[in-house]
């Protein structure tokens, strides 16, 4: 009996010691990734000298509720079809068909680019008005949500404090851009040192930026968008325990943080509380918010353009944003089909996992399509596939 109450004991020592030595290695990765917005160097020391990588990737899987789903945690295999497969034939036609007019050998058009950058600021002018500022949208302003344009909400001192101070941008343009969809043609395409050699890259809805998909993805972020649904599924609206989702951050370092907050009533209250939390524990990431008026108008723009759908996706938006701040745009991970266009392979719908989106919200083959058009134009370069060794 002794011998049993001894060895209960010790086993609880072990246990509590086991416990408290994995809470401050944890604790300590955290707080080196605490760092003032203007460093640009910690975060990515922290990811190299603290593993932070494998800590966000482990935040973002403990948050997610089907994390326990293998299918959310690793890339769907690919299946090679036979030959003689009536299925495969007739995607690999279908697909052939869609590439013939996509320019291999792609050179920038530069009165073409001009002539689009110019419709598009003219109408827009998202490169002052895309994100809200305490500038653009004083107190007391009204925002009218671009979802439900008949919800309107009066800027109040609470909301005001929230808003950015200065210009987003600098007031300056960038040479480079790369806008990275989330694409399952991402995965596996050697992509990721192309994509960090951009000088200013943007993300789409906080997508996991694991060390493993580095090679394909890269890692570094200017900007990245959040849709607030993300806070509802992945963090419980944070509404309890909130450091898992500001150890998440982390990944992306001291970028902006990019919210529709005022594109309908009920994502007002989380994104404010998403911009708290991030203030609250000291995260270098730098929330804004997209403003609803510039929403509008780019519909009405791409409208204008042909192109018909309930609401543009976060993609479109970011190269319509990007071709106002780039002179060179380049897109990697828009290709919202099934099948590989070179290998004809399944693909996941994200590089990630293969959930799917909603039928009927956005239009992505149609968006694809005023892609393409513009990738021929030599407005913007389109990647398909993998990317060369250099």
Known sequence: MKGQLSLYLNLLILGSLLTTFLWYTLSDNWYHCRVE????????????????????????TRENPKSSNKQLLSKPEKKNLPESSDSYKERREKTNKLLESYSQAWEKNEENHLKFRTRLSLKCNGFDNAIITQTNTPLGSKLVYDGEKKKTLTVNEDHFSTFLQGHPFLNKTR????????????????????IDSAQFVIRCNLPPLTKEDEKHVGMKTDLVTANPSIFVIKYGSLLGRRRMFVESLCQYGNSMLLIPAFSYSANTAISLRAVYTIEDFGSPMRPVFFNPQYLKTLAGFWRSQGLKENRLSTGIIMTSLAL???????????????????????????????????????????????????????????????????
């Not at 909603?358 to 389109?382: C, I, R, T, Y």
Request: aromatic share 10%.
């Open 175 to 194: 040479h480079t851009c790369a806008v990275v969809g989330n694409g399952g043609i991402l995965g596996n395409s050697s992509c990721g040192k192309t």
């Open 324 to 390: 106002e701040l780039c002179d060179n745009v380049h897109l990697y991970g828009f290709w919202p089909f099934g099948v590989h266009p070179h290998s004809f392979q399944d693909l996941p719908n994200h590089y990630y996992d293969d959930i799917k989106v909603k039928a009927g919200f956005h239009s992505m083959s149609a968006e694809f399509k005023f892609l393409l058009q513009l990738h021929n134009q030599g407005v913007l370069k389109l990647h398909l596939g993998e990317c060369g060794p250099n």
């Open 37 to 60: 917005p203007q460093s640009t160097d910690s975060c990515k020391e922290c990811r190299e000298i603290k593993h932070i990588i494998e800590l966000c990737s482990a935040s973002w």
